[in-house]
């Protein structure tokens, strides 16, 4: 017994390390057959700067690059996107690499809690075992299995480096450069996410509970001051690339309402969720989920919410002196939970994602619990009872872990575990629909956004979608009726006005979309330039209508040659720039632009019609033919394609037989009146040997 525990003793860092990467890995291996969900289409699949290492140095200083959620919240993390950029080096699209790098994150952060309980409490059996259960726990699936997650990872990877030089930089003796060290990953940590910004107050706190030697104005002066200014610096440096961003809204309406349902969360949502982490309590919460919201300080679960959360800090002062790391510990958690308290309103009430770094205390006290009743105790029985506790608690943990990743294989599942749990949850209802539509599944979309409408009838986000369902059928006039009931609940509505505007193109109503489309442009250029540059090119083209209707041609030209540098392989356009030159007589510029067209969608009838009726003009028969003959294999039944051929071969080429087989072909398709009056007529002419005559 006495080798074993002093192998253990000699060799814990080597043994942490294994037993909490394999620990790690077997529980989150079922996490690495994900696919994408949520954000990651727009933080990677839609992310076009992720795909050179070449814009780095960009995502540092540049608006362009800018994280952007599904939610529309744009944020300054440059080293998340990096890490974003290094993975599709490596992995392209493969969603598994980008898996790997975040458990790899896990990993490293359950071996830095390890190391950092042992250099704090100097107990190595109570450091693995809060790491033990920090790797594990169930509420960090989110963080884990989620990739658009990844900045709680790694920013917090760099706090706790950045804590953890700190603090062995007072029993070392290159103390200036652990502390430099410390410095330059606190602003790594801040660089990854805003929640590092509790690092100056985590590090105040470790010296006035442990470093009591020196008198509190010198490590203010050469330890603390650093870490504010860099703090200072990296929130000038933040609002420099996000300029005038407008702050969001109070979730619970204003300040008051939202620090009592913040109070009553703290009890309610988080403690609970790290004592029970029951997969009914692990629904995935997003920015507006019907929360109960709190507006009286006499409601009955914020009051004892806010007895908790004293209780809770009078244990912590009443341990600051006999057992610091308690004190320690206890206040970490609410201190790494403050910038997610919507003191600042953010856009989420509460997520098991913000506990990724405040959980770090919640582990200790646990662990702590444990051993210390272990250690109380003579009775083997009373000690086997708690170390038998203490392993059905960190299996459980495990198991639900291990199958709450599979929540997280792709959108549709996530939505249906969360309409399964939450079921009067209209986001999740109209998240799960976004599914169903991005599927093609049009009639379990349509169910789900109106079950989402039952539970919240202004809902615009769905009366959008159910629109965009209307539009998939084709049912134009349907879907235009929905985007406007959106934008009417939603004035702001970037999506229902760029919808809208599409469903305008399709009923001829040019120019109405084009005001649309200007308006999304209006409303969101940065958004619009980043993630839509087809919508740019509609702007652009429905400039180039507006322009050739009014007879502005050369204006004309200038915009669809604008939509052409955003969108060059767009068929249509070059198709307009033809019909613009034909107007200008310019018939060969016109027969040019039809050729581009037809390289890039060989079956486009508009361009390949209007090519062959060039040819027929200036006299060139059998190209004109060609042109025809390869529209009539897109369109057999096209009247007015046989019509023309049909005159090119009377006019052209003198053909009277061929000319009078197509033109009785004419006579079996739907033809509009005066296009089969014509024919008729070339008919009765050639029968009758007559003088033919030719369609104007």
Same mark, same amino acid.
């Given at each position: ?51 050179? @290492? ?5 995502? #540092? ?69 809060? &790491? ?53 990953? #606190? ?49 000038? @440096? ?5 300029? $005038? ?111 990724? @770094?405040?959980?770090?205390? #919640?582990? #200790? ?87 989402? @409408? ?7 986000? &769905? ?10 059928? $084709? ?62 090119? =509609? ?21 669809? =040659? ?15 720039? $033809? ?108 029968? $009758? ?8």
């Amino acid at each position: 017994m006495y080798n074993v525990t002093k192998i253990f003793q000699e060799r814990f860092n080597l043994f942490a390390i294994v037993l909490l990467t394999i620990l790690s890995i077997t529980v989150y291996s079922t996490s690495l057959k994900n696919s994408f969900a949520l954000d990651d289409e727009e933080l990677i699949i839609k992310n076009e700067y992720i795909k050179e @290492l070449k814009n780095i140095p960009l995502f #540092f200083i540049s608006t362009k690059t800018l994280s952007t959620t599904g939610q529309g919240e744009i944020a300054y993390r440059p080293l998340e996107t990096t890490s974003f950029a290094v993975d599709y080096f490596f992995w392209k699209l493969n969603p598994l690499g980008y898996h790997l790098t975040s458990l790899f994150f896990h990993i490293l952060n359950s071996i830095l809690v390890c190391f950092l309980f042992n250099i704090l409490q100097k107990d190595k059996i109570i450091s693995l075992l809060a &790491a033990l259960i920090f790797a594990v726990h169930p509420v960090h699936v989110e963080n884990v299995a989620f990739i658009g997650a990844r900045s709680y990872l790694i920013s917090t990877f760099f706090y706790l480096l950045s804590f953890y030089m700190y603090c062995t930089s007072y029993d070392s003796a290159k103390k200036m450069y652990q502390l430099i060290i410390s410095m330059i990953c #606190f602003a790594m940590a801040l660089l990854s996410k805003e929640l590092a910004i509790t690092m100056s107050a985590i590090i105040i706190l470790y010296d006035a509970l442990f470093q009591r030697e020196e008198r509190f104005i010198d490590k203010l002066r050469y330890r603390h001051t650093p870490f504010l200014v860099i703090a200072i610096l990296y929130l000038l @440096l933040r609002q420099s690339v996000l300029p $005038g961003l407008a702050q969001n809204p109070y979730l619970a309406g204003n300040l008051y309402y939202t620090m009592l349902t913040e109070i009553q969360g703290l009890t309610y949502y988080y403690i609970k969720n790290l004592i029970f982490p029951f997969p009914s309590n692990l629904y995935f919460v997003i920015y507006n989920l019907n929360l109960p919201i709190v507006t009286s300080l006499f409601d009955l679960k914020a009051i004892s919410s806010l007895v908790v959360v004293v209780l809770c800090l009078s244990l912590a002062f009443i341990y600051c002196r006999k057992r610091k790391e308690v004190s320690f510990f206890i206040l970490w958690f609410f201190i790494a939970l403050l910038p997610f308290l919507n003191i600042i309103p953010i856009n989420t009430l509460f997520a098991n994602r913000f506990l990724y @770094l405040p959980s770090i205390g #919640f582990c #200790f006290i646990l662990a702590f619990i444990f051993r210390t009743t272990y250690i109380k105790y003579d009775r083997v029985s009373l000690k086997l009872f708690s170390f038998i506790i203490l392993v059905i608690i960190i299996l459980y943990y495990s198991l639900i872990t291990f199958k709450e990743n599979r929540t997280w294989t792709d959108d549709y599942s996530l939505w249906s575990a969360t309409v399964k749990r939450t079921p009067d949850n209209d986001v999740a209802h109209y998240n799960l629909g976004n599914s169903f539509l991005k599927e093609g599944e049009l009639d379990r979309a349509e169910a789900e956004y109106r079950e989402a @409408l039952r539970l919240n009838p202004v809902l615009a986000l &769905a009366i959008s979608n159910l629109g965009a369902v209307h539009q998939r059928r $084709g049912l134009h006039d349907l879907a235009i009726s929905e985007f406007e009931k959106a934008i009417q609940i939603k004035p702001n509505l970037s999506e229902a006005y760029f919808a809208l505007g599409y469903s305008l193109e399709k009923t001829g109503k040019a120019k109405l979309a084009m005001e649309v489309y200007l308006k999304v442009f209006e409303l969101n250029p940065e958004i619009v330039g980043k993630h839509n540059k087809g919508l740019l090119a =509609k702007i652009d083209i429905a400039k180039g209508i507006e322009y050739y209707t009014q007879g502005f041609l050369d204006e004309a030209i200038l915009a669809y =040659k604008e939509a052409l540098k955003i969108d060059p392989q767009n068929d249509k356009v070059y198709t307009n720039v $033809g019909l613009v030159y034909e107007s200008e007589g310019l018939l060969n510029e016109a027969i040019n632009n039809y050729k581009k067209a037809l390289e890039i969608n060989p079956i486009q009838l508009e361009a390949r019609n209007n090519l062959a009726n060039l040819y027929y003009r200036k006299g060139l028969f059998r190209e004109a033919i060609r042109e025809y003959e390869a529209a009539l294999q897109v369109k057999p039944s096209s009247g007015d394609i046989h019509l023309n051929i049909g005159i090119v071969y009377l006019n052209g080429f003198k053909e009277e037989e061929m000319a009078l087989f197509h033109l009785k072909e004419v006579l079996k398709t739907d033809i509009d009146q005066s296009g089969k009056m014509l024919a008729l007529k070339l008919i009765k002419d050639l029968e $009758g040997n007559k003088k033919p005559g030719k369609r104007k």
